[in-house]
C-alpha cells in the first residue's frame, strides 16, 4: 500500500500521515500473552508506478519511525530508521520489551510513518508498504500467525448469472501458524460474510455490487465472534489475522462512469513553503473496474495520478489553475501517464468525472530600476518623477499597486502610476516607491497603515529612495537673504525677522521633525511676523520656510513646555 508521509525533517509523533494498526492481544490458557513481532516490507522509491499506469517523480522519504501505544499510553518510540530505494524487510523486536507482555485482554496501537522527503521537486511524497506482520504469543511458547496472503485484488462482473470464483492457487497463503484456521470472507468494514473451508468455493456473483475481501484466520482455542453477520474487528481471544485480498464486484451493466467529485473551489498563495493540500473533496455514482484520480492544468494535460486528492501538494506547482477529476476505466485503458492529456489521448472505455479547481497564486512585485532621485521639497515646485524614470520588470499577479511609503513602512499614498505623485508638498525626508502585486482578499493596503503588516497574498518589489531634502539653506549663501526665529527656544508664540532684501511673502510653513507640515500661512504680510501663535505644538524641533516667491528661506527652532 502507498501512504503519504511529512515533509519535514522532524518526526511528528502526531502525524495525520501515519499508518495506524491496532491488534488486541488476550493471553491463552497459560495466562500471559504478548506482541513479539513486527514484520513489514517498505520502499521508497525514487519514482512511482501506479498500477493504473501513471508514473513520475516521487520526492521520496528519508526516514521513518515507529510508535507504540498500549491501551492508550506511549510504550515505544523508535526514530530514525533509513527507507529503502528497493523492497527491504524491517524486522522490529519487541520480545525483549516486558511493556508488551500481558495478562489481561491489551490493545496496542502501532503507528509507522515516513518523513524528510528528499526534496528533489517531486509532485507527490509516497512511502510504500507490503506485506505487514504481527507475531504475537497468546499460550507460553506457542506461536499464532495468520500468515501472509498473496494474489489479487480480483475483479468480477457480478449479477449476470456466470459463476464468479477465484481459482485454487490464485491465492498463496504462507507463514501462518496455530492450532486452527478458517478463511475469511467479509465486507470493506469487517462485517462477516462467509467462513468457507477454502476461498476457491466462494461464487462472489450473487453478492451484489461493491469489493470483499479475503483473509485468513489463525486462533487458539476459545475463540468468540467469528460467526457471519458479525464484525471480525471485534473478534476476541488468541488470533491473528492476515492481510486482506479485494474482490471488486462490479456491475458491469451500467457502463463507466467518472461520477460526481464534489468541493472547492480551492485557492493557494503558493510558492512560500507551507504546504498547500486540499480537503473534503468527496467521489459519488462513479462505475468501473477501475478509479484513478487524475491532476491536470487548465487544459487537460496531465500533471499527477495520485492516489488520492489530499496527497497532492500544490505549494510547489507555481501560479496557475489545475484540475483534480476522477477517472473511471475498464482494463486496458492507455494514454493515462504524466505529460498527455486527459481529454484527448486517453484511449479504452473510461468516463471522466467534473473537475474541482485549484486556484494557484504566486504574485511577483517584481524589479524596480531607477533613482534614488532628490528633489528640494516645500519650494512650491512641482517634484514629480518623469515617466520612464523608474523601470518595472519581472512582476506578476491578479493585481497590481503603486505603493509609496516613508522609511518606517507607513503608507502615505497609492497611486496609480508612480509619475502622478507630487513629492513638493510631502515635507523633508525619505520616501520609498514600491511596487505590489497581490492575489484579491489583500488585507491592509490602506494610506497610514504599515506596509510590514500587509495580510494576503502578495509581493513587493525592491523598493526605490525619493529624498526631499531642505534646499532652503542653501539660498541663504553670502547671507544676502535672511530670516530668524526670536525668541528660541520658544514657548507660546515666535516671531521673524527678515532681511531687509525681502520685500514680499507668500506664504510661511512649519514643519515638525518627521517633515509634516502643523502651520501653514498665506497672504502674509511684512508685519505679520512679529507674533506666530504656536501654542498647540509640542516640545521639539520645527522648521520653518518663508516662500517670498522668489525662493524659499528656512530656518530652525525649538518649541519647550
Known sequence: MCIGTDKQCAYDPDSDKALVIKVQITPGSSGTG?????????????????????????????????????????????????TSPNWNLQNIDFSGNSEFSVTSATTFRIELSAYCATGNGGFLTIWDLENIELVSNCEGSTMISGGTLTGGPYSFCVGDGVADNIPAGYITLSGNTGTNSQWVITDAQ??????????????????????????????????????????????????????PITVN????????????????????CV????????????????TGLNNQWVVTDSQGNILGLPPMPGAVDF???????????????????????????????????????????????????????????????????????????ITLSGNSGTNSQWVITDAQGIILGLPPTYDVVDFDGAGFGNCL?????FADGIQGAEVGLNANDLEGCFSLSNPIEVIRTDCGLSANDDHKYRIQVYPNPSKGQISLKASDNIEEIKSISIFDSYGKVVITLSTVSIT?????DISDLNAGQYYIRVNTGRMAITDRFIVVE
Open 271 to 286: 510558492g512560500d513553503g507551507i504546504e498547500d493540500n486540499v480537503s473534503g473533496i468527496t467521489l459519488d455514482n462513479n
Open 190 to 243: 469487517g462485517i462477516i460474510l462467509g467462513l468457507p473451508p477454502t476461498y476457491d468455493v466462494v461464487d462472489f456473483d450473487g453478492a451484489g455490487f461493491g469489493n470483499c475481501l479475503v483473509w485468513h484466520l489463525s486462533f487458539a482455542d476459545g475463540i468468540q465472534g467469528a460467526e457471519v453477520g458479525l464484525n471480525a474487528n471485534d473478534l476476541k481471544g488468541c488470533f491473528p489475522l492476515s492481510n
Open 315 to 389: 505549494d510547489g506547482a507555481g501560479s496557475g489553475t489545475c484540475l483534480i477529476w476522477n477517472l473511471s476505466f475498464a482494463d486496458g485503458l492507455t494514454g493515462a501517464v504524466v505529460g498527455n492529456n486527459a481529454l484527448t489521448d486517453l484511449v479504452g472505455d473510461y468516463g471522466l468525472s467534473n473537475p474541482v479547481t485549484v486556484y494557484r497564486n504566486q504574485p511577483e512585485g517584481g524589479s524596480l530600476l531607477g533613482g534614488p532621485f532628490t528633489f528640494c521639497a516645500g519650494d512650491g515646485e512641482a517634484d514629480m518623477l518623469p515617466a520612464g524614470a
Open 433 to 437: 516607491v514600491w511596487h505590489l502585486s
Open 249 to 268: 464486484r462490479i456491475d458491469c451493466n451500467m457502463g463507466i462512469n467518472g461520477g460526481l467529485v464534489t468541493g472547492g473551489p480551492f485557492t493557494f
Open 528 to 532: 505679520d511676523l512679529q507674533s506666530i
Open 34 to 82: 504478548s506482541l513479539d513481532q513486527l514484520n513489514f516490507y517498505e520502499t521508497a522509491p525514487m519514482t512511482y508506478n501506479w498500477l493504473t499506469g501513471g508514473t513520475g517523480l516521487n520526492n521520496f522519504p528519508t526516514k521513518f519511525g515507529i510508535r507504540v501505544l498500549k491501551n492508550g499510553t506511549e510504550i515505544f518510540v523508535q526514530v530514525g530508521y533509513d
